[in-house]
């Protein structure tokens, strides 16, 4: 981010702490915010009075900035004969525990594009900064939540993206890296991927957009955020290296495995809720998301057939089918608090200049 920006937001660090659904937590992201960085709440996956609750809990424990995140998807197509097809594929997985899968699948997050009762309650809320993961909303929301005076990213994987966002008046492009933890950012899944790493991509960007640039993907350390800051970036955004901190919601087994680190591999895949995501591999990418698997039901349906898979095996004690996202340097995360963490990564930028 820019000076300008970072002064009119009041952050001392340029460093934002990346929303990431079922993992931050209103204590993470005031803990992040508190200690002078911008620390951020996911609420794509909540309803509009969901989120308004979790933005209060925030403010309960800050009154510093934060940043809030909606998804922003192209809203999902039923297809009972797809998700069909797809359930029977599940089957075997389900009967290893017992069980059967579910009867029919749901559109379980609705996309702020269809979601006016979110938009609204942003606009009476006015969080310092909301952004947008898989695409742009129609251009009458970004110009009503600009003009209530709320700073806009938007998450881009390739040039034709950061274009299209600044041609929107968004504020800031967060540049997001094949590296990156979690769901890729990309407008349209059924368009090529670049599959561009970080500084790659900043590379791209730094010429042929005038916006800030945040960097997003592999980023876990003092040196890692010199290097971004030296391919353009203004800022950088990080998931995985607070996934570990005592205020995340991860749970025990997300926590065991990043302790175990090394021996371990992250890929993407599509199988697990119908977009690419990047997480660390087990039963959901090697069997669930094997090559021959049907056609996947649109997203978020997919991901509604693997939250009960995960159910249906963890009532077997089984933690097999979980769903671990993490980018590619994930085992470099430190379990400490977030505001220590803030304060190491602060003290390594110096060091590394």
Excluded at 103 to 116: H, V
Excluded at 216 to 229: E, L, Q, V, Y
Excluded at 267 to 295: D, K, Y
Excluded at 334 to 340: D, H, N, S, T, V
Aim: aromatic share 6%; charged share 20%; proline share 7%.
């Amino acid at each position: 981010m820019s000076h300008d920006l970072l002064s009119k937001l009041d952050i001392r660090y340029p460093i934002i702490q990346a929303p990431m659904a079922g993992i931050s937590t209103p204590a993470l992201a005031a803990a992040v915010s508190e200690a002078g960085g911008l620390g951020s709440i996911a609420v794509g996956h909540m309803t509009a009075e969901g989120a308004r609750t979790a933005i209060a809990a925030v403010r309960e424990r800050t009154a510093r900035p934060f940043h809030v995140n909606v998804f922003t998807h192209a809203p999902a197509r039923a297809d009972p004969a797809r998700e069909a097809t797809w359930l029977a594929w599940l089957r075997p997985h389900f009967e290893r525990f017992g069980a059967q899968p579910p009867a029919a699948l749901s559109e379980i997050y609705r996309s702020f594009l269809e979601d006016d009762a979110m938009c609204e309650m942003l606009l009476e809320e006015r969080p310092a900064v909301v952004s947008f993961h898989f695409g742009l909303p129609q251009q009458e929301k970004i110009d009503v939540l600009k003009a209530a005076g709320i700073v806009l990213f938007t998450t881009a994987t390739s040039l034709d993206e950061a274009r299209q966002i600044e041609e929107a008046g968004i504020d800031v492009i967060v540049a997001q890296g094949i590296e990156a933890g979690g769901h890729r950012g990309m407008f349209d899944p059924s368009v090529p991927d670049p599959a561009l790493p970080t500084f790659e991509l900043l590379e791209q960007l730094r010429d042929k957009v005038s916006l800030p640039l945040v960097a997003a993907g592999g980023i876990m350390d003092g040196k890692h955020i010199r290097t971004a800051f030296y391919h353009g970036a203004s800022a950088v955004q990080m998931g995985s290296a607070f996934i570990a901190c005592p205020e995340s919601s991860a749970p025990p087994h997300h926590r065991a495995l990043i302790a175990q680190g090394g021996g371990l591999q992250t890929a993407l895949t599509a199988a697990i809720s119908g977009r690419p995501a990047r997480g660390i591999v087990n039963r959901l990418f090697t069997e669930v998301g094997a090559e021959g698997h049907p056609p996947l039901p649109d997203y978020p349906i997919t991901y509604d057939a693997a939250k009960a898979l995960h159910a249906a095996a963890s009532g077997k004690n089984s933690q097999d089918y979980s769903v671990n996202w993490g980018g590619t340097n994930f085992a470099q995360a430190r379990a400490m608090p977030a505001g220590e963490l803030i304060a190491t990564l602060a003290a390594e930028i110096n060091e590394a200049v």
